[in-house]
Antibody, heavy 120, light 110 residues
Framework: QVQLQESGPGLVKPSQTLSLTCTVS??????????WSWVRQHPGEGLEWIGY???????YYNPSLKSRVIISVDTSKNQFSLKLNSVTAADTAVYYC????????????WGQGTLVTVSS | QSALTQPASVSGSPGQSITISCTGT?????????VSWYQHHPGKAPKLVIH???ERPSGVSNRFSGSKSGYTASLTISGLQAEDEADYYC??????????FGGGTKLTVL
């Protein structure tokens, strides 16, 4: 059974960089066929796709966030990470990591999510 | 890239059937048979219930079914149970290796 767990600071100051890590167990970030993804949910709102990375390092991002986002993968640690820079209060959300079937574009395993609040 | 359109809420009584719609455009739902649906109980991880329009993952009740016509995909839940009360989200491939979610629908079991 694949499990994903998000970790990182729950509070980030405006203009700084939000950094989160997702640790994968029961599966491998170096196996082909899957994209390792980040999705967020603003308070009281719907889900928003942030982007994903393939084990090779190829990454794809939501056009609305592309200028501020970097997703990376560390296959040796079986982790992948999200960095979102120049954050504002509008980036306050629950951030989920998930595994996405490559080519099918659906998310079959999700982390529990972690709340990140942007505030001074 | 605009969010797919879902009704804000639907409701039904135990044993009844409900359908949640998800309307997109020619850039997403209308072109690709890559629509998925997720059940989300607040505070928990979202759960995949339908992928590729109508495919049900192993372990998901056959009370969940999906379909698509034109620019609109639909999720039907038959034989409603109290445990089905949750938020439901659709998601579609939107070209150029991107995906887009719907705004979510709150299902209330009366």
């Amino acid at each position: 059974q694949v499990q994903l767990q998000e970790s990182g600071p729950g509070l980030v100051k405006p203009s700084q960089t939000l950094s989160l890590t997702c640790t994968v167990s029961g599966g491998s970030t170096s196996s082909g066929g899957y994209y390792w993804s980040w999705v967020r949910q603003h308070p009281g709102e719907g889900l928003e796709w942030i982007g994903y990375i393939y084990y090779s390092g190829s990454s794809y991002y939501n056009p609305s966030l592309k200028s501020r986002v970097i997703i990376s993968v560390d296959t040796s640690k079986n982790q992948f990470s999200l960095k979102l820079n120049s954050v504002t209060a509008a980036d306050t959300a629950v951030y989920y990591c998930a595994r996405e079937w490559g080519g099918k574009y659906y998310f079959d395993y999700w982390g529990q999510g972690t709340l990140v609040t942007v505030s001074s | 890239q605009s969010a797919l359109t879902q009704p804000a809420s639907v409701s039904g009584s135990p044993g009844q059937s409900i359908t949640i719609s998800c309307t997109g455009t020619s850039s997403d739902v209308g072109t690709y048979n890559l629509v998925s649906w997720y059940q989300h109980h607040p505070g928990k991880a979202p759960k995949l219930v339908i992928h590729e329009v109508s495919e049900r993952p192993s372990g998901v009740s056959n009370r969940f079914s999906g379909s698509k016509s034109g620019y609109t995909a639909s999720l039907t839940i038959s034989g409603l149970q109290a445990e089905d009360e949750a938020d439901y989200y659709c998601c579609s491939y939107a070209g150029f290796s991107t995906v887009v979610f719907g705004g979510g629908t709150k299902l209330t079991v009366l």
